[in-house]
């Protein structure tokens, strides 16, 4: 049975790091992108992240330099390093599978998300 199963969420405090996990299970992770995205109250889905199979990861604007993607694939897991978190990174945030992180990729799976509240 396919799974992506996220993790790591929680409450911060604004500056503070979080460390987010998606663990796989159920395909060939190695061949395949993950994608980090997010979802705030009231906005639309945001992308985040996308980690290709090959280890090289892509970030959106606002998470550039603060955010880092990583991945095991001994461990099937991709991880998010988020470090400097700003109240305006409140939100819920999905892992999903891809075939690659190009414009335009389809993602096939998601996981159920784990909420991430930046407050002091």
């Known amino acids: 049975q396919l799974q992506l199963v996220e993790s790591g969420g929680g409450l911060v405090q604004p500056g503070g790091s979080l460390r987010l996990s998606c663990a796989a299970s159920?395909?060939?992770?190695?061949?395949?992108?993950i994608g980090w995205f997010r979802q705030a109250p009231g906005k639309e889905r945001e992308g985040v992240s996308c980690?290709?199979?090959?280890?090289?990861?892509v970030y959106g604007d606002s998470m550039r330099g603060r955010f880092t993607a990583s991945r095991d694939n001994v461990k099937n897991t991709v991880y998010l390093q988020m470090n400097s978190l700003k109240p305006e990174d409140t939100a819920v945030y999905y892992c999903?599978?891809?075939?690659?992180?190009?414009?335009?990729?389809?993602?096939?799976?998601w996981g159920q998300g784990t909420q991430v509240t930046v407050s002091s």
């Open positions: 999903a599978r891809a075939k690659g992180c190009f414009s335009g990729a389809e993602y096939d799976y």
């Open positions: 980690i290709a199979s090959s280890g090289s990861a």
């Open positions: 159920g395909f060939t992770f190695e061949s395949y992108a």
